[in-house]
Structures are given as structure tokens and as C-alpha cells.
């Protein structure tokens, strides 16, 4: 009931002003993160998305290499549906296991935009398909329901005495991972007999947020003028940021990463790529990498997706 609600009133909140191929307000670029969602509503595709890193996994220590994909698609200039899901190996050392994640359907809604004062305001609800993902890999769940909000900040209309900070942006994120039943069946770690076995596991509610610090080099040029707006689109720069990203389970201890990294931002396409350093056990040992390559799909083939599904 509260799923379904809140996807009626972001229906309704998608009938706003125009979107951007690119998650754009006013002089600034909000890249697309890659630890935490950004606020851009847009056409876009990742694929392919990856990451390797260590951590516990069903009881054990095991490496963790994940392909993962995701498709948006704009019902109107403020609406858009997406879906995505992926692949993980996960390596034991004695054992391997691989198998698909859950798959989610999501929609994504732009609420609030000021162009002059660089913000971006966006939500979205999402819903992880019942028993999509495989046992092995300890994904296959009941079902979830995953409310999200997420937001944008760029300094750039500060006066010139706080000038220096004008290249600084920040975004950041909050999506609860609710799950509509209280068990689920996969393969676990059995310390009696040292094998992995079926038996239930526990599926708990999740709130995974974090924000990031990002940096314009565009801001140290004269191509921006604090109070107005850009005659073209600040596209093809080499975005520096630094993503926080943490999971916390109802009754557990939070997992936090850190994730400096960079992005580079073209017209149609942008590649993205950071370290995964954890910062407390529950998030993994040693550093880890990630990296994504995502395509603005109204710029990369407009013909095919220059147009909205609904509405103009």
C-alpha cells in the first residue's frame, strides 16, 4: 500500500519543467556516482558496471567480482523508468559460486530544480523482484520495496569572497530497502560439517545512504558567471569526487566505505572509476575497485529516444 502510494504521487510530480540528457542544473554537472545514486532523472544506460573487492560473505571471507547493468527510459520530461540487475562470481577459495542478483524495477521522479542556485532534487521507489536472484550468492529474497530520495548542491552561486569554493558540489543519497517477508531460503555456510548447505536466512530492513564531494575544474576557468545561466551545456570535464557510502541493517553494525575516484563526462557517454576503501570490517578488507561506463541515451541515439513515452 505504501509502495503503490508513493508511486502515484511521483507520477503526478513528474509533470514538471524540462530534464537534461545530463544530470545538469544551471552551470553545474552532477556526474553519475557510482557507490550511491545521483539525483539526474534522464535516459541513460550502464552497462557495463563492475567492482571487485574482499569481504565476509555467508560466514566466510570471499573475493567479490560483480558485472552489473541498469536501463532508464523518460515517461515525461520529469518521470522516467528504469531496471537493472547483474552478475556476481564469488570466490571462497575452496568454493566459487556465481549467479544473478536481484533484478529491480524502479521509478524515479525530479521534484525540485534551481537552476541559478545549482540544486537538484529527486525521488524514487523501487521494487526488488521476488526470488530473481540466485540462492547461491545469498539472493534470492521475498521481495522489497525501496524508497529513495536523493539530492544535489553545486557552490557555484557564492559570492566572490567564498570564490574558492565555487568548484565544490555535493550530493548524497537515502534508500530504505524494506523486505515484504522475514525469511528467505539460500545456500549458507555450516561450520558443523564445512560445507555450504541450504538453510533459511534472515532478511532484515536496510537503510543504505551516503553523499559525495565533487570538484568542477570548469569553475577555475571564466566560463561561468555566478547569476547566470550557461549558454551550453558544462559537459566534457574531468570531474574529481570522493563517495561515503554506508549500509545499515536494522540490528546490526553499519559497513562504510570511502570512494575517491574520477569521472570523465562527454556528451553522450561518461566512464567513471574509484577505489573501495573500507572503513570498519563490516565493509570488506583491503582496497577494491569499482568503475562504470553509462550512455546518455537521448544524446547517443535520439532518433530512438528523443521522444517521451507519455506527455511532451
Known amino acids: 500500500m505504501i509502495a503503490r502510494g508513493l508511486t502515484a504521487a511521483l507520477a503526478v510530480l513528474g509533470i514538471a519543467s524540462a530534464?537534461?540528457?545530463?544530470?545538469?542544473?544551471?552551470?553545474?554537472?552532477?556526474?553519475?556516482?557510482?557507490?550511491?545514486?545521483?539525483?539526474?532523472?534522464?535516459d541513460e544506460m550502464v552497462m557495463p558496471g563492475f567492482s571487485s573487492f574482499k569481504h565476509e560473505a555467508q560466514g566466510r571471507d570471499a573475493t567479490?567480482?560483480?558485472?552489473?547493468?541498469?536501463?532508464?527510459?523518460?515517461?515525461?520530461?520529469?518521470?522516467?523508468?528504469?531496471?537493472?540487475?547483474?552478475?556476481?562470481?564469488?570466490?571462497?577459495?575452496?568454493?566459487?559460486?556465481?549467479?544473478?542478483?536481484?533484478?529491480?524495477?524502479?521509478?524515479?521522479?525530479?521534484?525540485?530544480?534551481?537552476?541559478?542556485?545549482?540544486?537538484?532534487?529527486?525521488?524514487?521507489i523501487g521494487w526488488g523482484i521476488p526470488h530473481s536472484g540466485a540462492r547461491g550468492i545469498d539472493e534470492s529474497a521475498p521481495g522489497t520495496s525501496e524508497p529513495g530520495f536523493f539530492f544535489g548542491k553545486g557552490f557555484g552561486d557564492l559570492p566572490d569572497?567564498?570564490?574558492?569554493?565555487?568548484?565544490?558540489?555535493?550530493?548524497?543519497?537515502?534508500?530504505?530497502?524494506?523486505?515484504?517477508?522475514?525469511?528467505?531460503?539460500?545456500?549458507?555456510?555450516?561450520?558443523?560439517?564445512?560445507?555450504?548447505?541450504?538453510?533459511?536466512?534472515?532478511?532484515?530492513?536496510?537503510?543504505?545512504?551516503?553523499?559525495?564531494?565533487?570538484?568542477?575544474?570548469?569553475y577555475l576557468t571564466d566560463r561561468f558567471t555566478p547569476g547566470r545561466l550557461p549558454k551550453e551545456e558544462p559537459v566534457n570535464q574531468l570531474v574529481p569526487l570522493v563517495e561515503f557510502a554506508f549500509d545499515s541493517p536494522r540490528g546490526e553494525k553499519t559497513a562504510a566505505t570511502m570512494n575517491p575516484g574520477l569521472a570523465y563526462v562527454a556528451t553522450s557517454w561518461q566512464f567513471a572509476a574509484e577505489a573501495l576503501v573500507p572503513l570498519n570490517r563490516e565493509?570488506?578488507?583491503?582496497?577494491?575497485?569499482?568503475?562504470?561506463?553509462?550512455?546518455?541515451?537521448d544524446e547517443l541515439a535520439p532518433k530512438l529516444f528523443g521522444t517521451l513515452l507519455l506527455g511532451r
Open 19 to 42: 530534464a537534461h540528457a545530463h544530470g545538469i542544473a544551471g552551470n553545474r554537472l552532477f556526474p553519475g556516482t557510482l557507490a550511491i545514486d545521483d539525483p539526474a532523472v534522464a
Open 64 to 124: 567479490e567480482n560483480t558485472l552489473n547493468w541498469s536501463f532508464f527510459r523518460l515517461l515525461t520530461p520529469t518521470l522516467a523508468f528504469g531496471i537493472g540487475s547483474g552478475w556476481i562470481h564469488r570466490n571462497w577459495g575452496d568454493i566459487q559460486r556465481s549467479g544473478f542478483e536481484t533484478t529491480t524495477v524502479a521509478l524515479k521522479a525530479e521534484l525540485y530544480r534551481n537552476d541559478l542556485h545549482e540544486t537538484l532534487v529527486s525521488a524514487g
Open 161 to 218: 569572497s567564498l570564490a574558492w569554493l565555487r568548484p565544490f558540489a555535493v550530493t548524497g543519497s537515502v534508500v530504505a530497502e524494506l523486505p515484504t517477508g522475514a525469511r528467505a531460503t539460500n545456500f549458507g555456510f555450516d561450520a558443523a560439517t564445512g560445507a555450504f548447505v541450504s538453510m533459511p536466512t534472515a532478511k532484515v530492513d536496510t537503510l543504505h545512504w551516503g553523499f559525495s564531494i565533487q570538484y568542477s575544474p570548469l
Open 283 to 297: 565493509a570488506g578488507h583491503g582496497v577494491g575497485v569499482r568503475a562504470q561506463l553509462l550512455f546518455f541515451l
